[in-house]
């Protein structure tokens, strides 16, 4: 590590992983050559492969946080209490920050205090064709204020940077959330802080998405999820219609899996209802009606 004042030695990175041994050894490759000197912790989500093994004989010097059981994006949680830094960069065993995105994030954050958590552009496979969710967030309709990048109420939790104070204040990911749009509670609840995220094109993540998915079950729980949300911070009117519009738009399959799912957790969800002040949830309305 730099000097203790120098602006890397501000940030450290977080990277996810769940059984891709072989993924998080390039991931680990590209981010270890950064110039940014920059703190690598793995947080291993109870993996049942080599991964553990090939830390060890591969990375030593990559910190390693090993949980008995997997429990999804919450992970990070794991990792944002084990560092001390004022940052955090998030990435996932198949994503990793291009040369110079942390220091730009530091500097960023550094000027911008009301912001919580940066997006930053994803570049997909080998060709690095841009993410079209890039393009959604770059067309953000929210108030832009005197932030340095469109207004979000979402990111992509793989390819953030966020605040760890603001993280730690809003309770990081919900394990019961699992995996899939998990960031869209923490969110919100961010932003009910008054907290904001942007969306900043000039960082850049490349993502080669593993070929280890469950795609079926991940748009399961994606709906699962985004009506749960709903659920437990919209007001009851706006939780209703948006609730209908997200089945409407559902596979039909997915809608009545997604649906069933969801009503299993309907007692739990209530237990945690809290709505969100009327400006988010306008928000909220906006970007999702």
Not at 231 to 254: C, K, Q, T, V
């Amino acid at each position: 590590m730099r000097e203790a004042d120098a602006p890397i030695s501000r940030i450290a990175a977080v990277i996810l992983t769940h059984n891709r041994v072989a993924e998080l050894r390039r991931t680990l490759q590209h981010m270890l050559s950064l110039a940014a000197a920059t703190a690598v912790v793995v947080v291993d989500n109870a993996s049942t492969d080599d991964t553990a093994a090939m830390l060890a004989t591969d990375f030593p010097q990559v910190r390693c946080v090993r949980l008995a059981v997997n429990i999804g994006a919450a992970a990070r949680n794991a990792g944002v209490a084990y560092v001390d830094t004022p940052y955090v960069a998030f990435c996932d065993d198949d994503t990793w920050w291009a040369d110079g995105a942390l220091e730009r994030a530091v500097a960023l954050l550094d000027a911008h205090p009301q912001v919580a958590v940066l997006c930053a552009r994803v570049l997909v496979g080998p060709e690095g064709r841009e993410d079209p969710t890039c393009a959604v967030m770059a067309a953000s309709p929210l108030p832009r204020d005197n932030l340095p990048g469109p207004a979000l109420l979402g990111f992509l939790a793989g390819a953030s940077v966020v605040r760890r104070e603001a993280f730690l204040q809003a309770g990081g990911y919900e394990p019961r959330l699992f995996i899939g749009g998990e960031e869209g509670l923490l969110a919100l609840d961010l932003a009910a802080r008054g907290w904001r995220l942007v969306y900043a094109a000039a960082l850049t993540v490349h993502h080669h998405p593993s070929s280890q998915r469950d795609s079926a079950r991940r748009r399961k729980l994606l709906l699962r999820n985004a009506l749960w949300i709903c659920w437990m911070r919209m007001p009851a009117g706006m939780a209703a219609y948006l609730s209908w519009r997200l089945l409407r738009a559902a596979r039909r399959d997915i809608r009545m899996a997604g649906l069933r799912a969801a009503l299993r957790g309907l007692p739990w969800t209530l237990t945690r209802r809290h709505v969100v002040p009327q400006d988010v949830a306008r928000w909220y309305y906006a970007l999702h009606s």
